[in-house]
């Protein structure tokens, strides 16, 4: 799965579809989104560019010199400053138009508009530049990429991915399953479903007792692509909750152990793994770039503040999975479970709580974490009191609870994509616990933090990074136009 991949916020296109569909004469209509493109080869899959949209700009009546309901032309002059800016921010050119009355699908006219483009704006900006070009017609995408190495040619898109809820993923080919290896996924939600399930690149961060059944769970739901990243090793005390590994796999890699596993089940799915953190890894960091939906399944708070940003930045949809609990002791000095949770968190770019204004981040759990990072001799009765004076939750790993977790996980990704669930007034699509004591869901009410940089003051939204999510640590990002 070569092909390329754009995304676009709800409001994005929100935006775009008002305004193609609004000539008070029914005409084509064209306006211009500024991409930035992740291109990085991430080893286990296919190359496969990410184009996401950073900015659009509505065509001005002065820049449309004529147009009809079959055709909208323009001057390539006003286009000139855009051109500039691509240049010297490292985007990609976007050409959107609309076909009021159909073809659903890119014309002979198209294509020279197209090539016109390409030819511009590689002669302002040079050889290596690419442009996308978008068609809106009958409540459809369609999108394909033409290179300026070559622009009579064009390279259709994989999908287009509108991150909104729910989750749009409109497809160039719809495509049909050759068995009935998704038989049932198709029943209950539509061949479509299947396909465009199939178009999703997914990373899981974290392999351990959540990890693990996630990836072998959108494994086996039809997912095409999957990342893995985790940088521990397994140890003999994982083996009750960790999918896909036995007592030979002691002292492997988490993420090289699941992917050996997924192969082995061949199923229509490509595995990439990661023996690192993606707090200290720019290959990680770089391949999570690619992704268009990423599950957090860390219990490490550094890792979880980089998934936190990566959703902003990389406008990606975010599932966090976690649990948490307490173990007291009956009067005979038994141990019970106090109460038990698994916790399901779901942050679009622009909806959903963060994790800091969900309570599941808190800088002074960060500051603590870095702390025994950089003091190892700290002793484990210190770090034990300081963690939980700072509302650590303990969380014993016990096999049903932590796949169970992981199945309500993966069946979010599903209700995102194909609405099923019928929330209930007191319970929020983007944060809800599962009660393993008492048997019930719940959730917090919102704390409504308008000072959060994240989530209401969206200051990491689409930001341009000089560093990989603006950290030196993590090294200069490289611009790819």
Known sequence: MTQP?????????????????????????????????????????????????????LAEDSWVTSSSGAHVAFELKYFRELFRRCEEESLVFGFVHNHPGGPTDFSTTDDENEATLVTAIKNRNGPQIHLVALLWSQGIWKARVRAGASPQSSES??????????????????????????ARQAAAFGQSFVTQLRSLRVAVVG??????????????????????????????SNLNRVRGAGAHDVGRNKAHILKAYVDGLELPVSVAAFDSYVDVSPQAIDALAT???????????????????????????????GLGGQVSEDSFGRPYLRYHFGRISTILPESGECLFCQGILKD?????????????????????????????????????????????????LSDLVKPFRKFPPEI?????????????????QERNNVECMYCRQRSYLLKSEEYRLNRPALGKRHAHV
């Not at 059944?213 to 893995?228: D, K, S």
């Not at 929020?428 to 917090?444: G, H, Q, T, Y």
């Open 5 to 57: 991949r754009i995304t676009m916020l709800g409001s994005q296109e929100a935006s775009l579809t008002s305004f193609l569909d609004s000539h008070p004469l029914g005409h084509e209509r064209c306006a211009i989104v500024l991409f930035r493109r992740y291109h990085s080869a991430v080893s286990g899959l296919e190359d496969s560019d990410r184009y996401i949209a950073v900015d659009v700009i």
């Open 157 to 182: 898109a994989r999908h287009v991915l509108v991150i909104d809820r729910p989750v749009k993923i409109h497809l160039n080919q719809t495509g049909s399953s050759d068995d009935d290896l998704f």
């Open 207 to 236: 392999a351990g007792g959540t990890g693990s059944p996630t990836v072998t769970l959108l494994a086996r739901a039809g997912v095409g692509e999957i990342v893995v990243i985790d940088g521990d090793k397994l140890e003999r």
């Open 291 to 321: 992704c268009d939906v990423v599950y957090g399944c860390t219990d490490d708070q550094i890792g979880r503040e980089i998934l936190n940003t990566s959703l902003y930045i990389y406008a990606q949809a975010y599932i966090d999975v």
């Open 364 to 412: 002074v759990w960060i500051r603590h974490q870095y702390a025994v990072r950089q003091d190892p001799n700290l002793t484990e009765a210190n770090a034990r009191e300081r963690y939980l004076d700072h509302g650590g939750e303990q969380a014993p790993g016990v096999g049903p609870f932590t796949s169970a977790v992981a199945d309500y996980g993966v069946a979010t």
């Open 428 to 444: 929020r699509p983007d944060f809800f616990k599962i009660d393993f004591v008492r048997m019930e869901l719940r959730s917090s």
